[in-house]
């Protein structure tokens, strides 16, 4: 067990530093250097001062050693853009992606529970085909336009809720008031999770259901509503978790896309207008953090399967 | 234990037709491959001639889906776009399907550290947030239609090389391949002869489902204004435009949206049907 932790945390390790790399060697082999630099109003030797000043004439390695460096230590920089440290800008949005993410995660686990089961259970029944149809177009339903449509006919046509933003501009913060700004676009960032989530209960619990024990605890005249719950979705839950672990990626590259419809400001749409506006020090830093915060989470699922599943020995 | 049995077309074509929906799906792709190569003849008006005394027209016999913020015609925009759209879907997915084959291949055939490493490689892009990656290189090296289709290609082809290294480690330990490297045949005749062959029912089921995944991250790129550029229509740069005009005009962000859902609903729902068609595992069922 001890040597499983510290070899996936080695992995873990291995793939953040091989991130950076590449998010470091993307941005230095940019056609002429730095966005920055290239401004047709600079003043040569303003350039030259600023070349060295940046450290942009020492060799590649060097720079990357130094980049590293400072950014383990939480200094990514100052944002060409906004002229204040790239540092401060993520950690204002950090909680707000979070809080968004984690909205449509735990909506998405909490809706997936029962209509998977439901879908296994009454497998080949109209409504396992309801559930099948839904997920599959969750999975095929593009996040922008899912968007777009709730706010056209909740924003637009009926008026109930915010169509931008996190809170109502000038007035007073309400955890109501955050709410109803939330609504919307956690809903639209849990349609993908939710599908794919769904089908792996499904799938999952037919399995469990076939098993022997579950035979043995419906002969012996268990209910079937302590059945399900206590026997079989607990068994079926475990592989849940590896699932989970994949759908980080997806979910936060989601939020991209939401926190950009919905105007929320987020870690996503600093990552949109930094690309757009080619602010190099702010996507390169929360390119990184996403990166370091999936392989943690990656690591975290993976080490609970051992936990949760004693008859699984990590090795 | 041989390969699969050989199947006829016909005997496959009979089999696919039970699924309703797979057929559904097949005609519609037609259709809308047929409309993007006809684009030209097809579309109505020039999708980027603007008419600014006639901004918002509703549907009418001039123009069928009316026009947009600009007075351009919306369905020949939608027409013209489909051929942007689906060209950098099949050419993002060959792209990954190559990368895929290669890597694949070369882990399946080397095996020991090559494979390990490969393989290690393979997992690390499936664990990192690569749409953030993605949204970086199209910062640095521009955002243009070529750019997408590599950006894309080199982030979708993960699934692919692990089918291919899969079949090959399926295939490898069986006679006909054990007799092929008796007679020296090389390494490279042997994947492209013999084991790509097996690999090929995946391989296909693989590639219908990465021009869904393909067309969806287009279309996302290109609404978040990082993909294929405006003027030149995309299903996705449509939404954006569409999306600042939501209030006066909300059905304009309801067609591009469609017909994006559409061609992936169809892509995905044909890759489901050809893998229960085309894997021999699931004869029968």
């Known amino acids: 067990m001890k040597t499983y932790v510290v070899r996936r945390i080695a992995q873990g390790l291995i793939v953040l530093f091989v991130v950076s790399a590449a998010i470091f060697v993307i941005v230095h082999s940019a056609p002429g250097g730095p966005a920055l630099l290239n401004q047709p109003d600079m003043d040569p030797t303003v350039a030259k001062e600023m070349r060295q000043s940046l450290g942009l004439d020492d060799p590649i390695p060097v720079q990357y050693a130094r980049w590293l460096r400072n950014a383990l230590t939480g200094h990514f920089g100052k944002s060409y853009q906004h002229s204040i440290a790239t540092a401060d800008l993520m950690v204002a949005r950090i909680p707000n992606t979070l809080l968004l993410s984690g909205t449509a995660l735990v909506l998405a686990v909490l809706l997936a529970l029962p209509l998977g089961t439901i879908s296994a259970v009454y497998r080949y029944s109209w409504l396992d085909y309801l559930a099948t149809v839904v997920a599959f177009a969750g999975v095929s339903i593009p996040v922008f336009w899912l968007g777009i449509l709730m706010i056209i006919l909740f924003s637009v046509t009926l008026g109930w809720l915010p169509s931008a933003g996190m809170v109502t501009i000038g007035t007073a913060f309400s955890v109501g008031d955050l709410l109803v700004h939330l609504v919307m676009p956690a809903v639209v960032l849990a349609t993908f999770p939710l599908a794919q989530l769904t089908r792996y209960v499904r799938a999952s619990m037919v399995d469990v259901l076939a098993q022997d024990y579950i035979r043995t605890a419906r002969a012996k005249g268990l209910p079937e509503a302590a059945l399900l719950g206590r026997h079989a979705l607990r068994n079926a839950l475990i592989p849940m978790l590896t699932v989970l672990g994949v759908l980080t990626p997806r979910l936060l590259g989601g939020a991209v896309i939401t926190e950009t419809i919905f105007a929320w400001p987020g870690l996503g749409r600093l990552a949109v207008d930094a690309a757009i506006t080619r602010d190099y020090p702010v996507i390169m830093g929360v390119t990184l953090l996403v990166s370091a915060f999936v392989v943690v989470s990656n690591l975290v699922t993976d080490l609970l399967y051992g936990v949760v599943d004693p008859r699984i020995t990590l090795q | ?285």
């Open chain 2, 1 to 285: 234990m041989s390969g699969p049995p050989v199947r006829s077309i016909l005997y496959l074509w009979r089999r696919f037709r039970r699924n309703r929906l797979a057929v559904l799906a097949l005609a519609y792709l037609a259709l809308v491959h047929v409309v993007a190569v006809a684009a030209p003849l097809l579309a109505p008006y020039d999708p980027d001639a603007m008419d600014l005394l006639d901004q918002f027209a509703p549907p009418s016999r001039e123009h069928w889906l009316g026009t947009d913020e600009t007075g351009r015609d919306v369905l020949a925009r939608i027409i013209v776009g489909a051929r942007t759209s689906l060209a950098v879907g099949l050419a993002a997915m060959t792209l990954a399907i190559v990368i895929g084959i290669t890597l694949g291949g070369v882990s399946g055939l080397c095996g020991g550290g090559v494979d390990a490493v490969i393989m290690r490689i393979t997992d690390g892009m499936l664990t990192v947030p690569t749409f953030f990656l993605a949204l970086l290189v199209l910062a640095v090296f521009g955002s243009n239609t070529v750019n997408v289709v590599l950006v894309i290609g080199a982030t979708g082809w993960m699934v692919v090389a692990r089918v291919v290294r899969a079949e090959i480690l399926r295939t490898m330990p069986q006679d006909f391949i054990v007799a092929s490297r008796a007679l020296g045949v090389g390494a490279l005749r042997l994947l492209t002869r013999h084991l790509l062959p097996q690999a090929l029912p995946s391989l296909i089921v693989a590639a219908t489902l990465g021009v869904a995944y393909a067309v969806l991250t287009e279309s996302a790129l290109s609404y978040l204004g990082l993909g294929v550029q405006p003027p030149t229509p995309t299903w996705g740069n449509m939404l954006t435009g569409a999306q600042h005009y939501v209030w006066k005009r909300p059905i304009l962000a309801v067609y591009p949206g469609a017909v994006i859902m559409l061609t992936v609903l169809s892509y995905n729902a044909l890759g489901d049907a050809l893998s229960d068609t085309l894997d021999p595992r699931h004869a029968g069922t």
